[in-house]
């Protein structure tokens, strides 16, 4: 099993800019890929991002590309998405998620999920 700790989350302004931390632990050496999730009310859950964990190769949803960045470091197993230029679209809940496929590559879900942390974007 792989236990995935979101951190990071909050209210901001639209135009400004947050980070959001996942910390993985447990059986980390499976991980193939890391990337996030973002579910509005009344809506789907969507990919937003995704990374590659030996080659560092990076996916993005097309809604947030040039906005976002997602990076990780291997040392500390955690997983950052870089928030920029946020808009009020992208108020949600975000969550991490992992997998030991490509799965997330293709941007659909890996089995393992964090508790999600809220993201607010005021107009």
């Known amino acids: 099993q792989v236990q995935l700790v979101e951190s990071g989350g909050g209210l901001v302004r639209a135009g400004g800019s947050l980070r959001l931390s996942c910390a993985a632990s447990?059986?980390?050496?499976?991980?193939?890929?890391m990337g996030w999730f973002r579910q509005a009310p009344g809506k789907e859950r969507e990919f937003v991002a995704a990374?590659?964990?030996?080659?560092?190769?990076?996916y993005y949803a097309d809604s947030v590309k040039g906005r976002f960045t997602i990076s990780r470091d291997n040392a500390k197993n955690t997983v950052y998405l870089q928030m920029n230029s946020l808009k009020p679209e992208d108020t949600a809940v975000y969550y991490c998620n992992a997998g030991s496929t490509s799965r997330l590559l293709l941007f659909r879900p890996g089995v393992y999920w964090g508790q999600g942390t809220q993201v607010t974007v005021s107009s």
């Open positions: 990374i590659n964990w030996s080659g560092g190769s990076t």
């Open positions: 447990g059986r980390t050496f499976e991980i193939y890929a």
